[in-house]
């Protein structure tokens, strides 16, 4: 809940949201800085992806099958 909250406090007030994930002290009490760096380092998620979209892809196929 707090990612969800600083994602829409920074949002509304056009805070960068890697800063202000930096700046709550309920997430930086659980994370250090370079973790939370890491966090947004793009290429530390890229991996998954293929998987997420099949997943997705294969969910909607066996959902729409139910249509036709």
């Not at 250090?32 to 892809?57: Q, T, Y």
Request: hydrophobic content about 30%; proline content about 1%.
């Amino acid at each position: 809940r707090d990612i969800q909250r600083v994602a829409f406090d920074s949002s509304k007030e056009g805070i960068n949201f890697k800063d202000a994930v930096q700046n709550d002290k309920a997430i930086s009490s659980h994370l250090k800085h370079d973790e939370i760096e890491k966090i947004f380092i793009p290429e530390n998620h890229l991996g998954s992806s293929l998987d997420i979209i099949e997943d997705v892809s294969r969910k909607v196929k066996n959902s729409c099958s139910k249509f036709s």
